[in-house]
């Protein structure tokens, strides 16, 4: 059922029909000034999949559009919709890093991109690529098509602790997350939710806990997007299934050592690629790319103690840029959510501002940061 370590390198198909040169004309951009490219040394980008299809396993028992097909796309799959938002952030970032870029740079290496073993994050990382480095100089090997292949890797949920979702993979966090929720100040979290609860169960015909109640809100919602309107018991209550939703998020991190298994992964390899870098032993990399969903990418600013209450939108993403001004190394963080043109520039608590110094973002987040893989299969102190 899994195989070991993937290597996708596709030329697919379906890009020869939405990348045309005509796409590509990367205008000098709005957020060109945001960038500070001359102390820019590396850039790390999060960012969530496009539009979708409601996922089959998601479906609740008594959903009136539980045999939809969504033919021919299929369930859980990116929708042209989403396929454009995904394009474009490629656009966007283009044109926000052209110059530290540099087409006529441009190697292999040049970019370090994975994504979750999906369907939808794996199109979206090529829909990134795609607009992010259209082929220029040599790379160009066929007139008509502005596209080159580039190559990303995804790992099996089961291998993937970075991005997948540890309650499939981290024993030690199933159990830390399950103890939370039955614990008094897990309880307390959804004290006043009783009666919506009971309600939800018995209009959906599925008991319904933390997760339960995402999986319930994307069904709703991608159902609506995709022409299938909420049945009318939901409609009243469509508020609060968000808010539950959103509270999975703060439950997932409700604590330092459930932050550390299920962010602390993908903190500690932004933090160790970054050393890497300043160490001048990195193959010259000069971007990572992490294609996720909303759940990581609202995680992350959790775990950063930026998050404000919301459901990350489609393509929404967040930079994380690597500065060294005059030999002083530090972190900006940036988080696009589309309401404002251009991605809002953050403030770490504790970091001293907009920028934070690397040795004091480790300071203040290394206790956060996992060992070794190891670490989750040992249940010491958990009953
Ligand atoms: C889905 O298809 C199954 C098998 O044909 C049928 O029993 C069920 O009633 C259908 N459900 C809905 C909601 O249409
Ligand atoms: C990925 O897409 C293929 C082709 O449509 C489909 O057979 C497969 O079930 C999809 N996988 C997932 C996890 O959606
Ligand atoms: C939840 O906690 C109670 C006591 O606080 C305990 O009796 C029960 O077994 C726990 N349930 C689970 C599923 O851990
Ligand atoms: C539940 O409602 C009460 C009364 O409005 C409020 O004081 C309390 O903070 C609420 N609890 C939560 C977890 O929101
Ligand atoms: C989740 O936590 C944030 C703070 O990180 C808080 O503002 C918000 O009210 C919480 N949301 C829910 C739905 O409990």
Same mark, same amino acid.
């Given at each position: 059922?899994? *195989?070991?370590?993937?290597?996708? #390198? %596709?030329a697919?198909?379906?890009?020869l029909?939405v990348?045309g040169?005509?796409?590509?004309?990367?205008?000098?951009?709005?957020?060109?000034?945001?960038v500070?490219?001359?102390?820019? @040394?590396?850039?790390?980008?999060?960012?969530?999949?496009?539009d979708?299809t409601?996922?089959?396993?998601?479906l &609740?028992?008594?959903?009136?559009?539980?045999?939809?097909?969504y033919?021919?796309i299929?369930?859980g799959? =990116?929708?042209?919709?989403?396929?454009?938002?995904? &394009?474009?952030?490629?656009?966007?970032?283009?044109?926000?890093?052209?110059e530290?870029?540099?087409?006529?740079? #441009?190697?292999?290496?040049t970019?370090d991109?994975?994504?979750?073993? &999906?369907?939808?994050t794996k199109?979206? /990382?090529?829909?990134?690529?795609a607009? =992010?480095f259209?082929?220029?100089?040599?790379?160009?090997? @066929?007139?008509?098509?502005?596209? %080159?292949?580039?190559p990303?890797?995804?790992?099996?949920?089961?291998?993937?602790?970075?991005?997948?979702?540890?309650?499939?993979?981290?024993?030690?966090?199933?159990k830390?997350?399950?103890?939370y929720?039955?614990?008094?100040?897990?309880?307390?979290?959804? *004290?006043?939710?009783?009666?919506?609860?009971q309600?939800?169960?018995?209009?959906?015909?599925?008991?319904?806990?933390?997760?339960d109640?995402?999986? /319930?809100?994307?069904?709703?919602?991608?159902?609506? @997007?995709?022409?299938?309107?909420?049945?009318e018991?939901?409609?009243?209550?469509y508020?609060?299934?968000?808010?539950?939703?959103?509270?999975?998020?703060?439950?997932?991190?409700a604590?330092?050592?459930?932050?550390?298994?299920?962010?602390?992964f993908?903190?500690?390899?932004?933090?160790?690629?970054?050393?890497?870098?300043?160490?001048?032993?990195?193959k010259?990399?000069?971007i990572y790319?992490y294609?996720?969903?909303?759940?990581?990418?609202?995680?992350?600013?959790r775990?950063?103690?930026?998050?404000?209450?919301?459901?990350p939108p489609?393509g929404? &993403?967040?930079?994380? *840029?690597?500065?060294?001004?005059?030999?002083?190394?530090g972190?900006?963080? #940036?988080?696009q959510?589309?309401?404002?043109?251009?991605?809002k520039?953050?403030?770490?608590?504790?970091?001293g501002g %907009?920028?934070?110094? =690397?040795?004091?973002f480790?300071?203040?987040?290394?206790?956060?940061f996992?060992?070794?893989e190891?670490d989750c299969?040992n249940?010491?102190?958990?009953?």
């Open positions: 059922m899994f *195989e070991s370590r993937t290597f996708a #390198f %596709q697919s198909v379906f890009l029909f990348v040169p005509s796409c590509l004309v990367v205008g000098r951009s709005v957020n060109r000034e945001d500070d490219t001359e102390s820019l @040394e590396l850039v790390h980008v999060l960012f969530r999949h496009g979708r409601p996922d089959r396993r998601a &609740y028992k008594n959903d009136p559009y539980y045999n939809v097909t033919f021919p299929g369930n799959q =990116l929708t042209n919709a989403g396929k454009r938002k995904e &394009y474009n952030i490629g656009k966007e970032l283009r044109s926000r890093y052209y530290f870029l540099r087409d006529d740079k #441009f190697t292999l290496d970019v991109a994975r994504c979750t073993d &999906y369907n939808r199109m979206s /990382l090529q829909l990134v690529l607009s =992010l259209p082929p220029r100089g040599n790379y160009v090997w @066929e007139n008509r098509l502005d596209w %080159q292949p580039v990303f890797n995804y790992w099996p949920v089961k291998e993937d602790h970075v991005l997948a979702d540890p309650l499939e993979n981290c024993p030690r966090y199933n830390l997350f399950w103890n929720l039955n614990s008094s100040e897990g309880r307390k979290l959804y *004290e006043n939710y009783t009666e919506v609860i309600y939800l169960e018995h209009h959906t015909g599925s008991p319904m806990t933390s997760k109640f995402a999986d /319930l809100y994307f069904t709703l919602t991608t159902e609506r @997007e995709n022409g299938y309107d909420h049945p018991w939901a409609k009243p209550i508020h609060h299934i968000q808010d539950l939703c959103i509270k999975d998020y703060n439950v997932s991190t604590t330092p050592e459930l932050k550390k298994f299920v962010v602390g993908l903190v500690k390899k932004i933090i160790d690629d970054t050393y890497t870098k300043i160490k001048g032993v990195d010259g990399t000069k790319l294609s996720a969903h909303e759940f990581n990418v609202a995680i992350f600013l775990y950063l103690d930026v998050f404000y209450s919301h459901v489609y929404s &993403y967040v930079i994380v *840029e690597v500065h060294n001004y005059g030999g002083i190394r972190l900006k963080f #940036f988080y959510d589309y309401t404002e043109g251009k991605p520039r953050l403030s770490i608590p504790g970091c %907009q920028f934070c110094k =690397l040795t004091t480790v300071r203040l987040f290394e206790h956060m996992p060992e070794t190891n299969f249940l010491d102190g958990l009953f």
